[in-house]
C-alpha cells in the first residue's frame, strides 16, 4: 500500500499542479491532503477547484478555519482589522459558496486502518490542536509529550511546513497514570507500545505551496506500508521535492488585488514564497524584540523592519521576477 501525502498548498495552484504531474508518474493507491488548502497564494478558489473534483482523503487546517470562523464568536481578536487580516477579506469574496460548504464538512483528523497495514493518525497539527507542529531540531521529549494522546504509533502532521521523519519515545516515568478516571484526558492516554516506553513514527510531508526550509520546491511525501522491522509503525515515509515555475503565482499577487488589499501579511507571504523562509515568524519576533507592537501597528512595524534590517533588499536579490534563472 502506497500513500501520498499533500499538506499546506496555500492557494499555490502552479505548484499543486506540478505535484499532480509527479503522482501521476508513481500512482500511489491514494492521496491524503493535510489541512491549509487555501490563503497565502492567490489562487485558493482554483486549489478547491482542483481538491473538489479529486477522490483525495482531506482534512481541515488553521488557515480554514480563519474562513470558516471570520464573522462569528469564534473568530480571531482583531480579524476585522484589514491592516491586519485584509489577505482574509480578499479570499472571503473569492471562495464561493459551494466550496465554503466544502470546508466547513471536512474532518479535523482521520484515522487510517487500510487492509494489511498498520493504522495511522492524520491531523494538520495533532488531534484536537491544528497549531502545534514539530521540527527536526525539536527536543524529542517535546515532541512526544504532545503525542501522550495517540494511540497509533504513526501520526502524520503538518504545519510547520518543514519535512520532518522521525522516531520518538516517552518513557514509561512519564505516562500517565492507566488508572485514572478514563473520563478525564488524562485517563485517555493509552499505551502504543511493549515494555517501558512509547514510540511515534512522527511524519510531516513539508509544504506544497508554501515550504519553509530554504529549498522552494513543492514538497510531498509517499508513505509505504512496510513490517514493523522495517520502519516504527508499519509506515516507510519517502520525502520528495518538485521544481516549479514560481513566477505566475508571484505575478498573481498584483494582477489578482491581493496585494493591494493585504498589506503587510500579503508582502510577508510573498516573501516566503520567494525565500522559502519563515518571514511572518521572523518579522513578528523581531518587532516585538525591537519595542513594536505589530497588532497594534503592524504597517509602522513592517516599515521600520524593512528600513533596519534590509530584509527587503535580500528578498529582491532571490525574486524569480527579478531573477529568472531563479525559477
Not at 90 to 119: F, K, M, N
Not at 255 to 260: Q, R
Amino acid at each position: 500500500m502506497r500513500l501520498a501525502v499533500l499538506a499546506d498548498v496555500h492557494g499555490n495552484l502552479p505548484a499543486l499542479l506540478a505535484v499532480m504531474q509527479e503522482l501521476e508518474r508513481m500512482q500511489p493507491d491514494y492521496v491524503l491532503l493535510n489541512g491549509d488548502l487555501i490563503n497565502a497564494v492567490p489562487f485558493s478558489a482554483e486549489v478547491l477547484e482542483v481538491v473538489c473534483a479529486s477522490d483525495w482523503v482531506v482534512v481541515r487546517g488553521n488557515h480554514e478555519f480563519y474562513y470558516l470562523d471570520y464573522g462569528t464568536e469564534r473568530a480571531l481578536v482583531g480579524s476585522d482589522d484589514p491592516a491586519r487580516w485584509g489577505q482574509l477579506h480578499w479570499l472571503l469574496e473569492r471562495i464561493s459558496p459551494e466550496q465554503g460548504e466544502y470546508l466547513a464538512l471536512l474532518p479535523d483528523e482521520r484515522t487510517l486502518y487500510l487492509p494489511g497495514t498498520q493504522p495511522l493518525r492524520m491531523a494538520h497539527g495533532v488531534p484536537g490542536r491544528n497549531r502545534v507542529g514539530f521540527y527536526n531540531e525539536q527536543p524529542a521529549e517535546a515532541i512526544a509529550a504532545e503525542l501522550v494522546d495517540v494511540a497509533q504509533r504513526t501520526m502524520v502532521s503538518a504545519h510547520t511546513h518543514v519535512q520532518v521523519d522521525r522516531v520518538v519515545s516517552l518513557a514509561e516515568a512519564q505516562q500517565p497514570d492507566m488508572y485514572a478516571d478514563p473520563h478525564r484526558a488524562a485517563g485517555r492516554r493509552y499505551g502504543n507500545g511493549a515494555g517501558g516506553s512509547r514510540r511515534w513514527h512522527v511524519i510531516n510531508p513539508g509544504s506544497v505551496g508554501l515550504p519553509l526550509n530554504r529549498d522552494p520546491r513543492a514538497q510531498f511525501a509517499l508513505l509505504e506500508s512496510v513490517p514493523e522491522s522495517v520502519a516504527p509503525g508499519g509506515w516507510l515515509a519517502t520525502h520528495h521535492r518538485v521544481a516549479y515555475d514560481r513566477r505566475p503565482a508571484l505575478e498573481a499577487y498584483t494582477t489578482s488585488g491581493m496585494w493591494e488589499a493585504g498589506g503587510v501579511i500579503t508582502e510577508l507571504f510573498y516573501w516566503e514564497l520567494v525565500t522559502a523562509e519563515a518571514e511572518i515568524v521572523e518579522f513578528y519576533q523581531w518587532a516585538r524584540s525591537a519595542g513594536y507592537d505589530p497588532d497594534a501597528d503592524i504597517t509602522g512595524a513592517f516599515r521600520a523592519y524593512k528600513e533596519r534590517t534590509g530584509r527587503a533588499a535580500y528578498v529582491r536579490r532571490l525574486d524569480p521576477l527579478y531573477h529568472p534563472e531563479r525559477g
